[in-house]
């Protein structure tokens, strides 16, 4: 028989993973084990532009909405690092993602043990009733798997063949060491990553380009509906209410709900504005820059040193082209079965769309009758735009929780029913 068996291995260590290892962590049991291929906890570092705001308030923390009393909320961070009293003077409830940084830092040195950096996982078996890991330094052995290794950068199709130091998405490594100065730089994506990167090119982060052109097929620089109302959606009711729909239902909602999941911080678009305003007529500092919605990018070819870039207008469905020499994708991110599970390929059910089917409890649907594996952010399409988000994490890690224990260790229900009533008949 094997030794060291877990109830659990994680793969992946982001937010994620680390907010369940985090209401785990003090049981006595279960016995669980996170793994990841970085060296340190380091939470999307090519990202961390500056002042980049989180986009939800702060406690929506791995743990505080179903365990406000657990030791790794931010209020105990803030306390533990004796900085309580001076947040309290910002007067502000949505951190930047610096901040939110170094919160799981500090939570990944308190969990240190149980988890293991620097062990990318090569391979998932199944073996004997069990889940057989395999990493570079070894196998472990476990009868259940929670994945949250990441989506991967989406990459338009015309892109791929140039993909390196010179086109890149903002995702990568080429971000943090690319050289902008006196380049011509076309940034592409609409959303907050997009106008992150556009700001600080203009702030000269890497270098004063030649002049930088951003691109969004969106109808302008549009700003995320966080409304009171809106809000409702990310509750744990909505979620377990909009899961029972009919799929056809829930991904014409799902597009419909573009802007309450990934539109720009309203406080960052108006002091980006504030500063454009101050450089038009004041400063005059920025390189040349445009600023160009409803486009899409069509063709990419390589001339000398440069890219010709054909972009298309939907207004006005014409074509223009231009040269440029750095091209930046803030194209967002893409899902699928990660290939460190391709050896359970046979026994994963997908959708007619090619999709995975992931049950109400975030487990994926599989043959195996006894084990289980759990799947964090790989369930837009079931479970709703709140499910690549921060906002429900902890509420998720709850439900993964109580399903690993087999019991309702941590609360994962309103008390109140919702202010919006999508999905029961009232008094008319």
């Not at 309580?84 to 940084?101: K, M, P, Q, S, W």
């Not at 902008?180 to 090119?201: A, H, P």
């Not at 509750?235 to 990934?262: G, H």
Request: aromatic share 12%; proline share 5%.
């Amino acid at each position: 028989m094997h030794s060291d068996i877990y109830d659990l291995i994680g793969v992946g260590i982001g937010p994620f993973n680390l907010s369940l290892a985090a209401l785990l962590g003090p049981l006595d049991r279960p016995l669980i084990k996170f793994y990841d291929n970085k060296k340190s906890f380091d939470w999307h570092p090519e990202l961390l532009l500056d002042n980049a705001p989180m986009q939800t308030s702060f406690l929506k923390d791995l743990v505080t909405p179903v365990q406000p009393t657990n030791p790794y909320s931010y209020l105990n961070y803030l306390v533990s690092c004796g900085q309580f009293y001076h947040f309290l003077n910002t007067g502000r409830d949505v951190i930047t993602r610096l901040e939110f940084n170094h919160y799981l830092k500090w939570c990944s040195e308190q969990l240190s043990d149980l988890l293991e950096f620097d062990s990318p996982v090569l391979d998932v078996k199944y073996q004997d009733g069990l889940f057989k890991v395999i990493k570079s330094s070894g196998e472990t052995f476990t009868r259940n798997l929670c994945v949250a290794s990441g989506p991967v950068p989406f990459i338009p199709e015309c892109s791929k063949p140039f993909i390196g130091e010179s086109v890149f998405h903002a995702k990568s490594k080429h971000l943090k060491g690319v050289s902008l100065q006196n380049k011509k730089v076309l940034v592409v994506g609409g959303g907050q990553t997009g106008l992150e990167v556009f700001r600080n090119v203009l702030n000269e982060k890497w270098g004063k380009s030649q002049n930088v052109t951003l691109i969004t097929g969106r109808d302008n620089l549009l700003p995320l509906d966080e409304g009171p109302f809106t809000n409702e959606i990310f509750t744990p009711q909505f979620v377990s209410e909009f899961y029972e729909l009919n799929q056809d239902s829930k991904d014409k909602f799902t597009k419909s709900l573009l802007l309450t999941s990934d539109g720009n911080t309203p406080s960052y678009l108006a002091d980006f504005y504030n500063e454009l305003y101050l450089d038009k007529f004041y400063k005059k500092s920025f390189s040349d820059y445009t600023i160009s919605p409803k486009r899409w990018l069509e063709t990419i070819s390589k001339k000398n040193n440069e890219y010709e870039v054909t972009i298309r207008n939907t207004l006005s469905d014409q074509c223009h082209s231009f040269n440029v020499d750095v091209i930046i994708l803030a194209t967002g991110f893409t899902s699928g079965l990660p290939n460190y599970l391709d050896s359970l390929k046979e026994d994963v059910l997908f959708d007619d769309r090619g999709r995975l089917c992931i049950s109400r409890d975030y487990k994926l649907r599989t043959k195996f009758k006894e084990n289980n594996i759990y799947m964090m952010n790989y369930s837009r399409h079931g479970h709703g735009i709140a499910d690549p988000q921060t906002s429900l994490m902890s509420w998720r890690s709850a439900v993964i929780a109580n399903d690993l224990l087999g019991e309702s260790k941590f609360k994962n229900t309103n008390n109140q029913s919702s202010f919006i009533d999508y999905f029961t008949e009232g008094r008319m």
